[in-house]
């Protein structure tokens, strides 16, 4: 089970800090990676972290602007959010690695465990 949280109201322009833990596994066997879901839309990879954490990939819309990290000691993975926009509000969601590909093909169907989210808006 994965729990995520961090999420909150911020204005245009500030920052966030998504933090993504675990319980009942250990987190740092398995590529994590974080997607987000604005109303309407379908659900959009934004991030995955590798198991050593030297594979980052990142979509293209947060390059730059969006930083993830893991936390092994703490079973955790962080998605530190800075220049927010308002077409970051979105729930985040953390999942880990279901097929054993790690970030090589970021796309939800091969990622599990899913949390609840957390609703990040972002809004002046």
């Known amino acids: 089970q994965l729990v995520e949280s961090g999420g909150g109201l911020v204005q245009p322009g500030g920052s966030l800090r998504l933090s993504c833990t675990a319980s009942g596994f250990t987190l740092a066997y398995y590529a994590i990676a974080w997607f987000r879901q604005a109303p309407g839309k379908e659900r959009e990879e934004v991030s995955c972290?590798?198991?050593?954490?030297?594979?980052?990939p990142y979509a293209d819309s947060v390059k730059g602007r969006f930083t993830i990290s893991r936390d092994n000691a703490n079973n955790a993975v962080y998605l530190q959010m800075n220049n927010l926009k308002p077409d970051d509000t979105a729930v985040y969601y953390c999942?880990?690695?279901?097929?054993?590909?790690?970030?090589?093909?970021?796309?939800?169907?091969?990622?599990?465990?899913w949390g609840q989210g957390t609703q990040v808006t972002v809004s002046s």
């Open positions: 972290i590798s198991v050593g954490g030297t594979k980052t």
């Open positions: 999942a880990r690695d279901a097929r054993g590909l790690g970030c090589t093909i970021l796309q939800s169907r091969n990622f599990g465990s």
